[in-house]
C-alpha cells in the first residue's frame, strides 16, 4: 500500500464504561475536539483504553463526522464495528498530542490525542 501524504486519523482516549457502552456499543465516538483542517482528512479512529489496559486495542473506519453539542465538538460515527487489533501499549505511542497518523504507516508512528 502507497503511504498516504496526509494524516487520516485520530486517537481517542477512552475509559472502560464509555469504550464498551459507546465505542463499542452505538459505533461512534463523541465530544471529540477537532480543529477544522481535519475534518475532512479522518478516515479513521482508534481507542486508547486508559489503565489498566493502558494501550490501543481497537479501530474502526469512519463514515462522517457530525457537530456535537455547543462549543466545537464533534461526533464521529463508524462506518463499520470497530474490530481489535494487537495492543499497542503507551510506552510505544510517541508523542501523545496534538499530530495523526497515516494509514499506511505503523500506528506509533503518529499519534494524534484530541483535548477535551
Known amino acids: 500500500m502507497p503511504?498516504?501524504?496526509e494524516p487520516?486519523?485520530?486517537i481517542v482516549p477512552a475509559q472502560k464504561d464509555g469504550f464498551e457502552k459507546v465505542f463499542l456499543g452505538e459505533n461512534c465516538w463523541y465530544a471529540i475536539r477537532i480543529s477544522g483542517g481535519m475534518l475532512e482528512k479522518i478516515k479513521w479512529i482508534a481507542a486508547?483504553?486508559?489503565?489498566?489496559?493502558?494501550a490501543i486495542t481497537h479501530v474502526a473506519p469512519v463514515?462522517?463526522?457530525?457537530?456535537?453539542g455547543e462549543g466545537g465538538k464533534y461526533k464521529l460515527i463508524f462506518s463499520e464495528p470497530a474490530k481489535a487489533i494487537e495492543p499497542i501499549p503507551f510506552a510505544d505511542?510517541?508523542?501523545?498530542?496534538?499530530?495523526?497518523?497515516?494509514r499506511a504507516t505503523p500506528l506509533t508512528a503518529n499519534l494524534w490525542l484530541p483535548r477535551n
Open 3 to 5: 503511504l498516504l501524504s
Open 48 to 54: 486508547y483504553r486508559s489503565q489498566p489496559v493502558s
Open 93 to 102: 505511542a510517541q508523542g501523545g498530542t496534538g499530530r495523526c497518523r497515516d
Open 63 to 68: 463514515s462522517r463526522i457530525e457537530p456535537y
Open 8 to 10: 487520516d486519523a485520530v
